[in-house]
């Protein structure tokens, strides 16, 4: 009786996040395994589920890592911000358009880590206060975004850049590990977390937008952080600032 219960759990499981009814059919009914289109369709919904689960979890490591050393070093600010900038944009995007929460939730939580990111940067680097003050001006700022006082086309077009300021995010932390010659503080687990999200969405890009620019921009992403994560290994026993002092 119980097997019998777990089937349609199972099976309705499935069909809710990973493939159509018909993929179901090929697989569990017919066992054709190898049936490529329902193959591309299940991996791009696992990478889908991956990616969400990734994205909301990349920055847990990184806060800790920052909480537990005491310490910012090695993290820019600039690169923080124009994160924050790109999740903004597209939480603010999808309440503009009123998707419901599940749509944009998750972002919410991602936005909340990106900005208390940014206050550990400034806190840590001794302007608790002006962290303070930038925690009420974003939550100001988002308010103002989301109401009626904010022009849909000004909210679209901040959506719209929010992949090129992910690029130029990274980029800017690429150059500051390059100038520093160590990675301070950065999170071996986040920029993980980033690198492979990255490449999940390179693989649904491709599947279910086939849309080039986009590929192209998002193969930039994962690009960028690639270098931060080959940054990581590079630089792991490079000493840094103070370092050598306080050993």
């Known amino acids: ?9 199972v099976k309705d499981f499935l069909l809710n996040f990973f493939m159509p009814e018909k993929c179901y059919d090929e697989f569990f009914l017919h066992f ?35 909480v537990r050393a005491g310490s910012a070093e090695g993290l820019s600010l600039a690169s923080t911000l124009l994160s924050l900038y790109s999740i903004s944009g597209y939480l603010a995007y999808c309440i503009a358009q009123g998707f419901p929460i599940g749509a944009w939730g998750e972002s919410l939580f991602i936005a909340t880590q990106v900005m208390f990111l940014n206050f550990l940067i400034l806190h840590y680097n001794g302007r608790t206060v002006r962290g ?39 980029l800017i932390q690429i150059g500051c590990n390059y100038l520093n010659k160590h990675t301070g503080q950065l999170s071996a687990v986040s920029l993980f977390l980033v690198f492979v999200g990255s490449l999940g969405r390179i693989f649904v890009s491709v ?11 998002h193969t930039l992403a994962c690009l960028c952080s690639g270098v931060l994560v080959a940054q990581m290994f590079h630089y792991r026993n490079a000493s840094r600032p103070g370092k050598d002092k306080a050993e």
């Open 1 to 9: 009786m119980a097997e019998t219960e777990q089937i349609p759990f």
């Open 32 to 66: 054709n395994f190898a049936h490529v289109p329902c193959l591309k369709i299940a991996l791009s919904k696992v990478m889908g589920l991956w990616i969400m689960v990734g994205t909301v979890l990349a920055q847990l490591p990184q806060i800790w890592t920052i």
């Open 132 to 170: 303070l003050l930038f925690v009420v001006v974003y939550c100001t700022l988002m308010y103002l975004l989301t109401s009626p006082l904010t022009p849909r086309k000004a909210i679209s077009l901040m959506w719209e850049s929010g992949v090129l300021a992910v690029i130029a995010s990274r």
């Open 207 to 217: 599947q279910e937008t086939g849309h080039s620019l986009s590929t192209l921009t």
